[in-house]
């Protein structure tokens, strides 16, 4: 048994997964953030292993018409994934600066999808994550057409005691 589980550390240090983190590893920094209005999916590259680890979850993409807005929700201070537990954590500028939204995603690594490796169209870039306690939404704006693109999801909002 010792000695399959020194196998399996050594395989995951060998791919630069870090094999020797515990279950409970912090989340992981967020280097880009990215949605699609195709397949209704947002992706953020992690800072993780190699640099080729993902993190992917549904999002609605729309058009906002220019007063369409109905309330100002908050900017966010900080993005990380974390693979083991399959969240998102967004820290948000409100309040004492110790409220958070998180989400649940898909970690992946593009590598290691299927062989045909098919995509329909590639994500733009998104910027100006913000984030409404209010409505339970965290939203992006989306790098695309007239500027006025959007996607938004579902999260919970919670201060960290």
């Given amino acids: 048994m010792r000695r399959t589980i020194a196998g399996i550390c050594a395989a995951l240090g060998a791919l630069g997964l870090g094999g020797a983190a515990p279950a409970s590893a912090a989340p992981v920094p967020v280097t880009a953030l990215h949605c699609d209005g195709d397949t209704f999916t947002c992706t953020a590259g992690l800072r993780f292993g190699d640099g080729n680890w993902k993190a992917g979850w549904s999002a609605n993409v729309y058009h906002q018409a220019a007063r369409s807005a109905y309330r100002a929700p908050v900017p966010a201070t900080s993005l990380s994934c974390d693979g083991d537990t399959g969240q998102c954590v967004a820290g948000l500028r409100f309040g004492d600066g110790r409220w958070l939204a998180s989400w649940p995603a ?10 045909d490796g098919a ?36 999260v919970t909002v919670y201060h960290q005691g």
Avoid: I, M
Wanted: aromatic letters at 8%; hydrophobic letters at 40%; glycine letters at 8%.
């Fill in 119 to 154: 995509r329909l169209a590639a994500p733009v870039p998104a910027n100006s994550l913000n984030c409404d306690g209010d409505t339970g939404r965290c939203a992006v704006n989306l790098q695309f057409g007239d500027g006025n693109w959007k996607a938004d999801w579902p």
């Fill in 106 to 115: 898909t970690v992946f690594h593009p590598a290691l999808r299927s062989a």
